[in-house]
């Protein structure tokens, strides 16, 4: 009563318990705070978390209806969820479910996906028990019972909450565990709950061994989601093996009855006759590409390995003439709609782990503990791109990137920060050392340079495919290409190796490739520019292609998807246009004058707004009846206000709606000739060169231009 009475003069907060601060506050990964310091750190963590886990699911939260715990009423539960922009939310009363119907209500009424569940001890250990399916809530109630009856059993404990705390013993789960997922850092438990239970992460060193419980349990609310999200995230630990034999053994022996055929194709790197096949394996879905006369049993043994996730998740054996890789269905649909062959992902040898030991060995370096970053990573499952340095025997590198694709780290297994090149050229088309060195010294073949390892791949394939003499390498970041001191800029390794000029003074003809809203970004011009003008030094002719403006082409993989693929299959004509339209950069190299702070904001505005208006001159220049399009509105208003010098949108938007259909045709054209927010950007941008105007590959490599001889350089 004096608690009562206290909260009806002061506030319900005037005195609360633990579980009362967990929603509180934005929402953190339990993992970040294994990984806490001190408090500077807990407060950069706190908003990391927030920014890079928007689907966090908090999964252990108790009402009041765990005495001593809380003095949350469910619905106060889901409505702090509701304030922290939660999607769902746990609700893990202690030995009871007695908050069920009021928190299943009031989340169903606030729009948030309610996750019932349980917290029990079993012996000294505890046990966190979450329902599934109709079953699970059956066998959930019916261990309640069980635990009430042991609990009457001991009258002289008078106190609620020991007669919640009271321990199960271990034989009472028994046949009550389907249609329930179970979370406790008492492995033996796992026994009861077959591919349904996960180890709770107490300390570090469980935190390097558990399985990706976190995004499992996120599952259940995806339940109620679109079938997009739910794809996207069983696509995370769907399993695939993607497997090339090469070697023809003159067997005869025909593929099994479920083996799906795909396509059949010349490989253009070994000149074999190959056919692509997708099943069903155990464990997992299989991708062979299966070369005329190879053994379909010598794939089946390569595909079990790989689908083993206790086995190495590479494979590449030069002598049986195999190359594989184990891959998450989402990197692997990610690396397909970037035109890349299975064949090619293979060779690639970039494979997804599933092991959060593996990937934080790799993240956290030479230091001996993981950041709390490393963590956040490390559960979930993680594509590593794999690869050798030339320079160094027996040495290799790593890029991770969660399974989301947006961020990249590399180490080398001593812990060096290091952003190596990778030679796709090199990877895709199996070349060996005489025809690299030949590569080398012979400046018939053109050198491209991209960012990014998936866009390299892509163009290697097309250059081989195509049989276009051009090597590509990728480069991690737009500084990469070269090194040194501002005044003694030189190419890294991996590029110098090249012969930029022959000993007749011909020179190689380089590209750089580098993504379309790049172009307005002055860093990475200037990026660009430096590493051209090192190439020119070197005697090198030096060549920018340019990719359509618009948002939803940035680089050459979102171009090759749009313009390239179709069901008819690949046509790379459209890329290859892009690279021989190319134009030649000025010798010397323009320089980059860097705008300030405020003319930075102005050029991301102008460059936003250009996107947009892009996007929508597009599509309603594709639409049967622009005239009376809803977006045509969208489109006015942000062309109109300078044009028409309108004071606002408001008034803008006035004038629209008082336009008949003529009024909106008339209007139409000269919205969709004119981008006037590109004029703006055009303008902001005035000290950043534009590489736009000039001689073209094509031109140049047409020798429809005269070409300058320079000396040889020796």
């Known amino acids: 009563m004096a608690i009562d009475e206290l909260r009806r003069s002061r506030g319900h907060s005037v005195i609360l318990r633990g579980h009362d601060f967990t929603l509180r506050s934005p929402p953190i990964d339990t993992a970040t705070s294994l990984a806490k310091q001190d408090s500077l750190v807990v407060r950069r963590t706190a908003v990391r978390a927030q920014r890079e886990i928007s689907d966090y699911v908090p999964l252990r939260v108790h009402s009041h209806y765990s005495f001593l715990d ?55 250990k505890s046990l966190l028990l979450y329902v599934e399916s109709a079953r699970g809530y059956y066998n959930l109630c019916r261990l309640l019972s069980r635990h009430a009856e042991r609990t009457a059993s001991h009258p002289d404990d008078a106190s609620v909450a020991n007669q919640q705390r009271r321990s199960l013993r271990r034989e009472v789960l028994s046949g009550l565990t389907e249609g329930l997922i179970a979370v406790s850092d008492d492995i033996q438990m796992a026994d009861l709950f077959p591919q349904h239970f996960y180890q709770l992460a107490v300390s570090r060193d469980t935190v390097r061994r558990a ?73 997992g879905v299989a991708v062979v590409c299966l070369a005329q006369g190879a053994s379909p049993d010598q794939a089946m043994r390569t595909i079990t390995e790989l689908l083993d996730l206790s086995q190495p998740a590479c494979l590449d054996d030069v002598e049986q003439g195999i190359q594989g890789v184990r891959i998450s269905e989402l990197s692997f649909n990610e690396l397909r709609t970037s035109c890349l062959h299975a064949r090619t992902i293979a060779r690639m040898q970039f494979y997804t782990s599933f092991s959060a030991d593996e990937t934080l060995n ?15 990573e490390a559960l979930r499952p993680c594509l590593i791109l794999k690869y050798k340095d030339h320079c160094q025997e027996d040495s290799f590198y790593c890029r991770v990137k ?120 002055p860093a990475v011009m200037d990026a660009l520019l430096q ?10 002719e030096v060549f920018v292609p340019h990719l359509p403006f618009g948002k939803r082409i940035k680089g050459a993989d979102d171009f ?88 606002d949108e408001r008034q803008a938007a006035q004038f629209y709606d008082c336009l008949d259909a003529r009024g909106r045709l008339s209007v139409l054209v000269p919205m969709l000739k ?14 950043i060169p534009a590489i736009q105007d000039g001689i073209t590959l094509r031109q140049y490599s047409a020798d429809k231009i005269p070409v300058e001889k320079q000396p040889a350089l020796f």
């Not at 304030?83 to 119907?101: I, S």
């Not at 004119?674 to 000290?687: I, K, S, V």
Request: hydrophobic content about 40%; aromatic content about 6%.
């Open 362 to 376: 790799i993240l956290r370096g030479n230091t001996s503990e993981p950041t709390d970053e490393n963590i956040i």
């Open 211 to 283: 399985p990706f419980f976190k995004e499992h349990l996120q599952r259940l609310y995806l339940q109620g989601g679109t079938e997009r999200e739910r794809a996207k995230i069983e696509s995370y630990y769907r399993v695939m093996a993607v497997v090339v034999v090469s070697r023809d053994e003159g067997c005869r022996t025909p593929v099994p009855s479920d083996w799906v055929s795909l396509e059949r194709y010349v490989d253009a790197a070994t000149g074999q006759t190959y056919t692509d096949y997708r099943f069903e394996a155990q464990g």
């Open 70 to 124: 809380s003095t949350l009423s469910p619905t106060a539960v889901v409505a702090l969820a509701k304030r922290q922009g939660l999607k769902a939310v746990a609700l893990t009363d202690t030995g009871n479910l007695h908050g069920a119907v009021e928190f299943v209500q009031a989340a169903r009424q606030a729009g948030v996906k309610p996750i019932l569940g349980m917290e029990l001890g079993v012996g000294d």
């Open 531 to 540: 590493t051209a003008g090192v190439m020119q030094r070197e005697g090198a």
């Open 402 to 521: 969660p399974a989301e694709m947006v961020r990249v780290k590399y180490r080398t297994p001593t812990g060096e920060n290091l952003n190596p090149c990778w030679d796709a050229s090199q990877i895709v088309g199996l070349l060996d050392e005489t025809e690299m060195q030949n590569r080398y010294q012979d400046v018939s073949y053109d050198l491209l340079l991209i960012e990014g390892e998936k866009k390299a791949a892509m163009l290697a394939q097309v250059m081989l495919d195509l049989n276009i003499k051009t090597h590509v390498i990728s480069l991690p970041g737009v500084w990469m290409g070269v090194t040194g001191p501002k005044k003694n800029r030189q190419l890294v390794s991996e590029i110098a190796r090249f012969r930029l000029r022959d000993h007749q003074g011909t020179p190689r003809k380089c590209l750089i490739f580098f993504d379309n809203d790049k172009a307005f970004n």
């Open 674 to 687: 004119d981008n006037l927010a590109m004029r703006a950007l055009t303008e902001a941008c005035a000290g």
């Open 560 to 647: 090759a998807l749009m313009h390239c693929r179709s069901d008819r299959g690949l046509n790379y004509g459209p890329l290859v246009d892009v690279i021989e339209s190319a134009v030649r950069v000025p010798k010397p190299p323009p320089e980059v004058k860097y705008p300030g702070e405020d003319q930075k904001r102005l050029i991301s505005r102008h460059l936003e707004e250009a996107e947009r208006i892009h996007d929508l001159q597009e599509m309603l220049g594709g639409a049967a009846d622009p005239a009376n399009h809803p977006k045509l509105r969208e489109l006015f208003l942000l062309q109109a206000i300078p044009v028409l010098r309108f004071h």
